[in-house]
């Protein structure tokens, strides 16, 4: 089992000057502990669930675009890219552009947008839930064609393009690898089943964390796939874990004998570089171990 870090706070000693510092320094920190995941949300407004909409927030293509420079090794994404807000042909070239910067590291998680409040408030459409849906597949459909040796055309029934170009390829063959999130018994796990190389859960209990992968199972069933091939990676949703490294320890070997690959955690103290240094490197050879 395998750690990430999911850098969800912008909120920290020193104001606006101090973000590029301490996504540098936590990026840097959790590199050297043997963390290999690494991803920002895909949001304009902080999520008030997380603290005010007036909270600092940055662009995520951006900021991952930053960290390419500033690390090697670990994978970089978003968790997740909300299909809404970029028209998905220009958002396969991001998130090449991504791939070929930082040397094949891109990782596409896509979902299908929630967040209604920053829609409205910037003027971007947001569509019933049902329309978000087609439009996740279709944009993951375009992503694979860009990413192929078909240049022509695509025709959906939301986008279409008249061609298909996108060059220089990305360095990852057929392309990054497609991560879906959410826990949608419906829809999403059946786009997982469908498409993903990788879904996304929240880690509630292990208990729920068992039943969605075997939805999951079923739908791979229906597509007729082996759901060994998808990854299976959780957010566990307290900002407090890092106090309590045994507990997590103890909580991820349960998650791990359901076949969970990687767990992603979020730093909450005004020092995250130091947070994540002293948790991933005190929990990553032991998570090494399970599964």
Excluded at 96 to 108: M, P, Y
Excluded at 169 to 197: C, F, H, M, N
Excluded at 199 to 210: D, M, Q, R, V, W
Aim: aromatic share 8%.
């Amino acid at each position: 089992m395998r750690l990430g870090i999911h850098y969800a706070n912008f909120t920290l000693p020193g104001g606006p000057e101090a973000i590029a510092t301490a996504l540098a320094n936590t990026a840097t920190a959790a590199e050297q502990a043997g963390v290999t995941r690494f991803s920002l949300m895909d949001h304009w407004f902080q999520m008030e669930q997380f603290a005010t909409a007036q909270d600092p927030m940055i662009e995520g293509y951006t900021g991952l675009g930053f960290l390419a420079g500033r690390t090697s090794e670990m994978d970089l994404g978003l968790l997740v890219t909300g299909i809404t807000y970029r028209h998905p042909g220009l958002l396969a070239k991001i998130v090449t552009t991504l791939d070929v910067l930082s040397g094949g590291r891109a990782i596409f998680g896509v979902g299908a947008a929630w967040y209604e409040r920053e829609h409205k408030a910037l003027g971007v459409p947001f569509p019933p839930l049902a329309e978000r849906f087609e439009r996740l597949e279709e944009t993951v459909q375009i992503a694979r064609q860009m990413w192929s040796d078909d240049e022509g055309p695509y025709e959906g029934k939301h986008y279409q393009l008249a061609e298909t170009i996108c060059r220089p390829r990305p360095i990852q063959q057929p392309g990054p690898r497609v991560l879906i999130g959410g826990s949608g018994e419906r829809k999403t796990l059946k786009l997982v089943a469908r498409y993903a190389d990788s879904c996304n859960l929240f880690g509630t209990s292990p208990e729920e964390i068992a039943h969605k992968l075997d939805v999951l199972k079923r739908h791979c069933d229906d597509e007729g796939r082996d759901p060994a091939e998808i990854e299976k990676t959780i957010v566990v949703p307290s900002r407090e874990i890092t106090s309590d490294p045994e507990g997590f320890l103890s909580a991820m070997e349960s998650y791990a004998k359901l076949g969970v690959e990687l767990a992603e955690i979020v730093p909450g103290t005004d020092d995250p570089a130091k947070e994540v240094a002293d948790f991933a490197g005190h929990v990553v050879p032991r998570m090494a171990q399970m599964g």
